[in-house]
């Protein structure tokens, strides 16, 4: 056995004293994570602000979005977003995508919303600006908002009324006589 190996008497095992292990700080290789802005900058990996298209889909909601490099205004139906999605929880739900991407301010969006309820709505607009964001800049966004659940569509749908009830699983009321 050479100097530079250590025998784990415990175990067995040789430890090499020579590879140091760095234990401090995240691992620069992993495609888990997201970098933050900070760390794009110092890595030299900044996101491309490109133009892109994509349609978004939540239910019965369908909603094409646009992608405008600019200064973060949102436009649906031509409507501000804070007019036509007066809840909070709403506008921050469109605008998660956008946070996880770390790209705040950095496009203007513009989409066309139509069928469904609000909710249904503001889920649609989700997806498709995470996709747009996507085809922007795939090696950038792409794992920050996979690992978020962000580009997964959201299947559950309204279930179909079947014959003999009164909705999909609502019976008749029983009557004894």
Known sequence: MSDSMVSNTETGEDIDT???????GPVAYTSETNPTPEQRAESG?????????ATGRRKEAVARVRLIPGTGKTTVNGKPL??????????????EPFVVAGLEGSY???A?????GITGQAGA???GIARCLNAADE??????????????????????????????R???????R
């Open 125 to 127: 607009l989700q997806l």
């Open 112 to 116: 066309r919303i139509n069928g469904g």
């Open 82 to 95: 804070d007019v036509y999605f007066p809840n909070k929880v709403h506008q921050q739900h469109v605008n």
């Open 45 to 53: 990996r900044v996101a491309v602000i490109n133009p892109a298209g």
């Open 170 to 176: 609502k019976a008749p009321q029983y009557s004894k």
């Open 139 to 168: 090696e950038a966004n792409r794992p920050g908002l996979k690992k978020a659940g962000l580009l997964t569509r959201d299947a559950r749908i309204k279930e179909r009324k079947k014959a003999g009830l009164k909705k999909a």
């Open 108 to 110: 203007d969006v513009i």
């Open 18 to 24: 020579e590879v140091p292990i760095d234990t401090e």
